[in-house]
């Protein structure tokens, strides 16, 4: 099948350090076409894909600060070149959330579009009843909560490449880990407090975005200053596996109605136990009791970070590789592309 991946230009695919969106892409796309399937992927350049490329930027916008640059036009232009090359795929993959629907109204049908955000935001509910062709692809069942009057098509799960996350069967350092980003819905204060309620170290690996600098200069870089505590900065995908699989447990104290949690799959392929909140996709990812524990509280937590070394990090992984790999999330999106395509020939050949 010949298939088109369009990513979001904010990072490369892979990206060097942070991106979730743009790692799910570089993964689903390398396993299609491991598939067999002929891929096109349009993407900012630096990536790196076995994908037919077409680099529509120089650079990755956000690591192209040293110019004033517009997103907006630069995904303006992406679409663009997608829909002058449009006839030369049986189906068009959208990862940019809704900014392709005005191009391509006469052919929605030949197009998906996976949602990677968050949806309880106001003006989106009118946006998608606009433009309701559209077949949509949630990343979780939870997700759909703010639009359940949406064109959804499917719920796929995200998946990772296995040989990119290597199983550690002891946790060799004893810490905890928070992983990710600095922002208020991600509580990396929570995470803090865990720590220090349990006498265990904790390391943070994470990003701050400009929008969230005031947040981690006022919030949390005061509660940095501790014995237990040790910020590292943001990690790329060489740091990964080390960082998490050493880890007692990955600390994912969300509160947010987080899409899905990348990070937390990555966890389990390295074999590390997920202590996170009941909020968002967290029970749809992890199985309470087998791949982590899910609370409710910090004294929830507490207790679950000095209990979770009975948890079988084999177990662990093992849940990773029954659900969450990149070839399961591949074979899951071809049955959709498959049907997408005899759907379209039907509608073509006028068959109600």
Not at 303 to 309: E, F, L, P
């Amino acid at each position: 099948m010949r298939i088109a991946q369009v990513a979001p230009l904010f990072e490369a695919v892979p990206p060097k350090l942070y991106g979730g969106t743009e790692r799910v892409v570089a993964h689903l796309t390398d396993a299609l076409v491991d598939q067999g399937h002929d891929v096109t992927l349009f993407a900012a350049g630096e990536t790196q894909t076995k994908a037919k490329l077409v680099a529509v930027r120089a650079r990755p916008l956000r690591l192209d600060s040293g110019h004033l640059n517009s997103d907006l036009a630069s995904h303006l232009s992406m679409m663009h070149e997608v829909r002058l090359r449009a006839d030369a795929f049986d189906v068009i993959h959208f990862h940019v959330d809704l900014i392709h629907f005005p191009f391509f109204e006469d052919m929605p049908q030949r197009t998906l579009t996976t949602l990677h955000g968050r949806l309880d935001i106001d003006d989106l509910r009118g946006a998608y009843a606009r433009w309701h062709s559209y077949p949509l692809v949630s990343i979780s069942r939870s997700q759909r909560a703010p639009l359940p009057n949406a064109n959804w098509y499917a719920t796929v799960q995200h998946g990772v490449l296995p040989d990119h996350y290597r199983f550690n069967p002891q946790s060799q350092g004893g810490y905890l880990a928070f992983l990710g980003r600095i922002s208020p819905e991600k509580r990396p204060d929570r995470a803090i407090e865990i720590a220090k309620a349990a006498g265990l170290p904790l390391r943070i690996a994470a990003k701050v975005d400009a929008a969230d600098h005031a947040y981690f200069e006022t919030c949390i870089r005061p509660l940095l200053d501790h014995p237990l505590i040790e910020f590292i900065g943001e990690i790329g995908d060489r740091e990964k596996s080390a960082f998490l699989g050493g880890a007692r447990a990955l600390l994912f104290p969300i509160d947010w109605p987080e899409p899905f949690g990348l990070v937390m799959i990555e966890a389990m392929a390295c074999g590390t136990p997920v202590v996170a909140w009941n909020c968002g996709s967290v029970p749809e990812v992890i199985q309470h009791g087998v791949s982590g524990l899910i609370v409710d509280d910090i004294a929830g937590a507490v207790k679950a970070v000095r209990t979770i070394a009975e948890l079988s990090r084999a177990r662990v992984r093992r849940a990773f590789d029954e659900r969450f790999t990149a070839d399961a999330m591949a074979t899951r999106y071809a049955r959709l592309y498959w049907q997408l395509a005899r759907d379209s020939r039907v509608q073509v050949g006028g068959v109600a």
